[in-house]
């Protein structure tokens, strides 16, 4: 059985940003891996709209045929992510009202409720973040969700395809 990732915005943007060239690179690579089939990928709506936002039309482009390359499988929010979104914002980010906040809870709500264990981001401040992911899991614990979510940077699904026939 292939390991299921939901793949965030970011992780996306990187392969057309050039201020992290490191995380440029890392994005390349773990698409790479993508391409080999071992993993079964995922986005959602949610990522769909953050790249129609953006208002470069030749970086939305770029997005989008990266995006068509892999063929993720797409999820599509509902009341039911609303909801547990909503409690996320209330929790663990309760100072917070911003559109690109509840964004972020939305992914890790979609990933949650379609029981996609592993979610790729290169967001350090609000997923990639241990004290967000214990708070996340916290309330999916409370709210029935009973397996625990991984939040983690691409670096750890990258396979060097010849490495592994050593």
């Not at 299921?4 to 690579?29: F, G, M």
């Not at 709506?45 to 499988?73: C, F, M, S, W, Y």
């Not at 559109?99 to 992914?107: P, S």
């Amino acid at each position: 059985m292939k390991k299921k990732l939901y793949i965030e915005t970011s992780v996306w943007n990187q392969l057309e940003h050039n201020d992290r060239p490191e995380w440029r690179e890392i994005a390349k690579k773990f698409f790479a891996t993508l391409r080999g089939n071992i993993y079964e990928t995922y986005i959602s709506d949610l990522v769909v709209r953050e790249i129609e936002a953006t208002k470069n039309v030749a970086l939305q482009k770029k997005l989008v045929e990266h995006i068509n390359k892999i063929g993720p499988i797409i999820l599509q929010t509902d009341e039911e992510v609303e909801t547990l979104t909503d409690l996320y914002m209330k929790s663990g980010f309760a100072s917070a009202d911003s559109v690109r906040v509840y964004n972020d809870c939305g992914h890790v709500a979609i990933a949650t409720i379609n029981g996609i264990r592993h979610i790729v981001s290169f967001n350090c401040k609000h997923l990639v973040n241990d004290k967000r992911i214990d708070t996340f899991n916290a309330i999916n614990f409370q709210n029935g969700y009973d397996f625990v979510i991984d939040i983690t940077t691409p670096h750890r699904f990258i396979l060097d395809f010849e490495e592994e026939n050593i």
